[in-house]
């Protein structure tokens, strides 16, 4: 049985930052491509951003470039979502995705092995 888990969300200032982390067991994570995504209140779900399953391509979507940065761990068989300077439109519960197809059109992509999701709120 495949189980996706997410971890490092939080409440945070805008301007301040967060570590997410995108574990599983029953595969193994670097041998798959991996997407975050995010729902915020009202909205649908939407992606942030992926990773190949060898770390050498990445897309994001638009309003985080230059700001959330993806990364594998592999010693811990990890995804890693950096994200700094974050703002009030950040806020969501955030969820890793396994076994996506990661491409540019971010907006394209879909997950087979999801996680529960990590809230994460930025406020004053």
């Known amino acids: 049985q495949v189980q996706v888990v997410e971890s490092g969300g939080g409440l945070v200032q805008p301007g301040g930052s967060l570590r997410l982390s995108c574990a599983a067991s029953?595969?193994?994570?670097?041998?798959?491509?991996v997407g975050w995504f995010r729902q915020a209140p009202g909205k649908e779900r939407e992606a942030v951003s992926c990773?190949?399953?060898?770390?050498?391509?990445?897309s994001y979507t638009d309003s985080v470039k230059g700001r959330f940065t993806i990364s594998r761990d592999n010693a811990k068989d990890t995804v890693d979502l950096q994200m700094n300077n974050l703002k009030p439109d950040d806020t969501g519960v955030y969820y890793c995705?396994?076994?996506?197809?990661?491409?540019?059109?971010?907006?394209?992509?879909?997950?087979?092995?999801w996680g529960q999701g990590t809230q994460v709120t930025v406020a004053t």
């Open positions: 995705a396994a076994d996506t197809f990661c491409r540019a059109d971010i907006t394209t992509i879909h997950g087979h092995y």
């Open positions: 029953g595969v193994v994570l670097r041998t798959l491509e």
């Open positions: 990773i190949s399953n060898k770390g050498t391509f990445t």
